[in-house]
């Protein structure tokens, strides 16, 4: 039973949903502004739900101990850095100016890959179930 609950599964499904959004972004380039920024808007309304989840729901119950500290100040350093590239290119939307989402896009899954392969399996590993259990319900009723 202490494996009943996982918060890998729940965070890695929202990384697809968040990769797909981000795809959906970049094949409206040279469509219509609107349909532009209505992509921008569902790739940004959903990553901020996920960076807000991760920090409000996942690592202010977390002992910000030894290894696990460290890294969470790294991604929470990564979180502000991919929000202030979301802002620039909001702007450049706005302004009809040309896009480069490369960077953007480089960081996330990076930033995704880290989370998928060392952060989640070990808070999987490593908490105990009633912990889990807590943290995924806070999780679900932010992300369902
Ligand atoms: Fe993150
Ligand atoms: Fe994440």
């Known amino acids: 039973m202490a494996n009943d609950v996982e918060i890998w599964d729940h965070m890695t499904k929202d990384h697809a949903r968040i990769i797909g959004f981000l795809e959906g972004l970049r094949v409206s380039f040279g469509k219509?502004?609107?349909?532009?920024?209505?992509?921008?808007?569902?790739?940004?309304?959903?990553?901020?739900?996920?960076?807000?989840?991760?920090?409000?729901?996942?690592?202010?119950?977390?002992?910000?101990?030894?290894?696990?500290?460290?890294?969470?100040?790294?991604?929470l350093r990564e979180h502000s850095e991919i929000l202030g590239m979301l802002d620039a290119l909001g702007k450049d939307i706005d302004d009809e100016r040309h896009i480069d989402i490369t960077g953007l896009s480089d960081l996330l899954v990076r930033h995704s890959q880290f989370e998928e392969k060392v952060l989640y399996p070990r808070l999987d590993r490593e908490l105990s179930a009633e912990h889990k259990r807590f943290i995924l319900g806070r999780i679900t009723s932010i992300v369902e």
């Open 32 to 75: 219509e502004p609107s349909v532009i920024r209505q992509a921008f808007e569902r790739f940004r309304w959903t990553l901020e739900k996920h960076f807000f989840t991760e920090e409000r729901a996942i690592f202010t119950f977390l002992k910000q101990e030894d290894e696990t500290g460290g890294m969470i100040n790294d991604i």
